[in-house]
């Protein structure tokens, strides 16, 4: 006589083996999630960094050189680029200026227009600054614009010398010869939610970055802004 197996139904699941797969499901959309999430992070802080030793670079600069030094960020690009001059600069508070020259314009430059073209009201200004180059005059890429990261955006720029947060066009910091800056937030996202800051202090220029939307408690002009009026 042959043993019958015992009868199994077929085309169907258990309970216990729906309950394995929902949380298996779980597990695995959790874990991307994760992944997803650490990816971000991880570009953030990557260009956060980039954004910080361009700055200290900028600083170095500054004071090794004797020289103007700005880190010029353009927002429709998400790129930044180190520029310099040797001219005396003053930083301009007027929208005007800085949608023509970046916030920072030549006084001498302003002076010789205004003698050669006493009828202008408002004689045209050229940007005293220019790409940093080697011994031959040859501009180095590496400080040419560049992107902030992949991905990653440019989200504000906070300084003593905007009533509001710039978020469009191009803006930049300065560092002075003195070894003096502005008190900067500059603000980066990954086009979601997600926002690093990095801070740079007006008078070291070291910076510090913060994993979330930093804004300064207190008024940026009583941090040691810069002002030269035209």
Known sequence: MRQRSPHRPH??????????????????????????????????RSASFKV????????SRSVTHGTTTRLQFDFER??????????????????????DTGGAVDPWEIARQRIEKPLDREPPVISAFSPITTREGEPIKRYQPQPIGDGIEI???????????RTDGEGGVYFFPGGVTEHTVIQLNDGSDTIYSIEIHPLTGDARIYPYAYEPLSDLDDEGEVRDSL
């Open 11 to 44: 085309g169907g699941f258990t309970l216990i083996e729906v309950i394995l797969v929902v949380a298996i499901i779980a597990v695995v959309v959790s874990g991307a999630t994760f992944g997803v999430g650490a990816l971000t992070r991880t570009r953030l």
């Open 155 to 165: 989200h504000a720029l906070v300084t003593p010398r905007d009533s509001q947060p």
């Open 52 to 59: 910080m030793s361009a700055a200290q670079y900028a600083y």
């Open 78 to 99: 998400n790129t930044m680029a180190v520029e310099e001059t040797e001219a005396p600069v003053t930083i301009a508070n007027y929208e005007q200026l800085e949608s």
